[in-house]
């Protein structure tokens, strides 16, 4: 079955600092990728729609300057938060679309966890 | 805009009782409807997936239903297990789009 990576699974960064999550598409290719913000006991919030080799579409309220997403290949889609701060702290999590299957199908990533001290 | 609730938040059953998780969404223009299943600090796995035309999808001991005009979805569990144990998300794709919008979930313990 498809299969979706998170690079890395846990990340603790200082504030002010920038972090960066890979997203890749293992055997198939992508040409739109997700991401998603989850808080404790909250629900799945999506932030931004990432198409390969065009500007990404975000959501009302997610600052784009903040969030950068950068899908360079048909198989990654990197999301970089810039100047970091606690309230950035979250679950992110990932998914793709096969652009060879399903039009319905989306695959998930495992998430990666980012904490801000 | 698509709002998605789930009831109830959290459930505790005994193992091997049946049983149903509910899932309401506000707009019935629906591409189609998605059950999940998230184990702590995981990711999701998709457990059922239900096209607009359909009415349910069956897995295993999972059944799932769909209701559209009512906006309504049911998963059913039979004979629940301790590895059931989970957070349950149901998430629909609006028509049109690929975007998926999603409930809070339900957390699920089976007590042994």
């Known amino acids: 079955g498809a299969v979706v990576s998170q690079h890395p699974s846990r990340v603790i960064c200082k504030s002010g600092t920038s972090v960066k999550i890979e997203c890749r598409s293992l055997d198939f290719q992508a040409t739109t990728m997700f991401w998603y913000r989850q808080f404790p006991k909250q629900s799945l919030m999506l932030m931004a729609t990432s198409n390969e080799g065009s500007k990404a579409t975000y959501e009302q309220g997610v600052e784009k300057d903040k969030f950068l997403i950068n899908h360079a290949s048909l198989t990654l889609s990197t999301l970089t938060v810039t100047s970091a701060h606690p309230e950035d702290s979250s679950f992110y999590i990932c998914?793709?679309?096969?652009?060879?299957?399903?039009?319905?199908?989306?695959?998930f990533g495992p998430g990666t966890r980012l904490t801000v001290t | 805009k698509q709002e998605v609730t789930q009831i109830p938040a959290a459930l505790s059953v005994p193992e091997g009782e049946n049983l149903v998780l509910n899932c309401s969404f506000t707009?019935?223009?629906?591409?189609?409807l998605q059950w999940f299943r998230q184990d702590p600090g995981k990711g999701l796995t998709s457990l059922l997936l239900i096209q607009s035309s359909q009415r349910e999808q069956t897995s295993g001991r999972l059944n799932a239903s769909l209701d559209k005009s009512s906006g309504r979805s049911t998963l059913y569990i039979a004979a629940s297990q301790p590895g059931d144990s989970a957070t349950y998300l149901c998430a629909v794709r609006g028509a049109g789009s690929y975007q998926l919008t999603f409930g809070k979930g339900t957390k699920l313990s089976v007590i042994p």
């Open positions: 707009d019935s223009a629906i591409y189609n």
């Open positions: 998914s793709a679309r096969d652009s060879e299957g399903p039009a319905y199908e989306q695959y």
